[in-house]
């Protein structure tokens, strides 16, 4: 088995090293993972904290956080060797909301935060979980839970967040298609209002005489 050992381990890094320059190597980066705090404050004092995260991989736990307004949650991580690293963290906006993401996914993130210093960056904001990898342009990639992805959750053990996510893609689908129908309804509605106007003015100067016509019958 120690033999098999000594022959797998050279072989898989000389394997490694030939798909990734040993200078650029995901292996050896520190990625730095930031989560920032821009929820609204509405009526709580800016001293109160208004969002609690807590955040964890499978052996790692980052630790949780009551945070201020404007605050960041931050640690470093590598990949390691199975490219398998994953940290997800909870994010309760307090009275409000809840969610689960994933903070950092290696096969997802270790090319994407590398534009940036190494970073993954999040802001969390009043419509869902923004990401960012240059610091400059952000996409809402996990909004908050719907309401009804709220209600399905206890009862049917669903998972709130690919359940949340689904239905937010599936929702302009389904008003795209029902858009041209209320379109075509509303056109068959106006279609008979429509012919008669049509109708009514054709012009009928060119027809015989109706009196006419009856008085010929009767002869």
Same mark, same amino acid.
């Given at each position: 088995?120690?033999?098999?050992?000594?022959?797998?381990?050279?072989?898989?890094?000389?394997?490694?090293?030939?798909?990734?320059?040993?200078?650029?190597?995901?292996?050896?980066? @520190?990625?730095?993972?930031?989560?920032?705090?821009?929820? =609204?404050? !509405?009526?709580?004092?800016?001293?109160? &904290?208004? #969002?609690? %995260?807590?955040?964890?991989?499978?052996?790692?736990?980052?630790?949780?956080?009551?945070?201020?307004?404007?605050?960041?949650?931050?640690?470093?991580?590598?990949?390691?060797?199975?490219?398998?690293?994953?940290?997800?963290?909870?994010?309760?906006?307090?009275?409000?909301?809840?969610?689960?993401?994933?903070?950092?996914?290696?096969?997802?993130?270790?090319?994407?935060?590398?534009?940036?210093?190494?970073?993954?960056?999040?802001?969390?904001?009043?419509?869902?979980?923004?990401?960012?990898?240059? @610091?400059?342009?952000?996409?809402?990639?996990?909004?908050? =839970?719907? !309401?009804?992805?709220?209600?399905?959750? &206890?009862? #049917?053990? %669903?998972?709130?967040?690919?359940?949340?996510?689904?239905?937010?893609?599936?929702?302009?689908?389904?008003?795209?298609?029902?858009?041209?129908?209320?379109?075509?309804?509303?056109?068959?509605?106006?279609?008979?209002?429509?012919?008669?106007?049509?109708?009514?003015?054709?012009?009928?100067?060119?027809?015989?005489?109706?009196?006419?016509?009856?008085?010929?019958?009767?002869?």
């Amino acid at each position: 088995m120690t033999n098999l050992k000594g022959i797998a381990l050279p072989f898989l890094l000389a394997f490694s090293l030939m798909h990734f320059p040993f200078s650029e190597s995901a292996w050896f980066i @520190n990625y730095h993972i930031h989560i920032r705090n821009d929820l =609204p404050l !509405f009526k709580t004092p800016p001293e109160t &904290p208004n #969002l609690f %995260l807590d955040c964890k991989s499978k052996g790692k736990d980052v630790g949780d956080k009551l945070m201020l307004a404007r605050q960041d949650y931050t640690w470093d991580t590598k990949i390691n060797f199975a490219r398998s690293t994953h940290f997800y963290c909870n994010a309760r906006w307090v009275d409000h909301k809840e969610i689960t993401f994933d903070a950092f996914k290696a096969k997802r993130d270790e090319s994407r935060c590398r534009k940036y210093h190494n970073s993954c960056m999040w802001s969390v904001r009043s419509d869902g979980i923004y990401f960012s990898n240059n @610091n400059a342009t952000w996409q809402n990639e996990y909004p908050w =839970p719907t !309401f009804l992805v709220q209600q399905l959750k &206890p009862t #049917l053990g %669903l998972n709130p967040t690919l359940l949340n996510q689904s239905l937010h893609k599936v929702l302009p689908l389904l008003a795209r298609v029902s858009n041209p129908l209320e379109t075509m309804a509303a056109t068959t509605q106006r279609r008979p209002k429509a012919a008669y106007t049509v109708a009514s003015t054709i012009n009928t100067s060119y027809l015989p005489n109706s009196n006419h016509v009856i008085n010929e019958s009767r002869q």
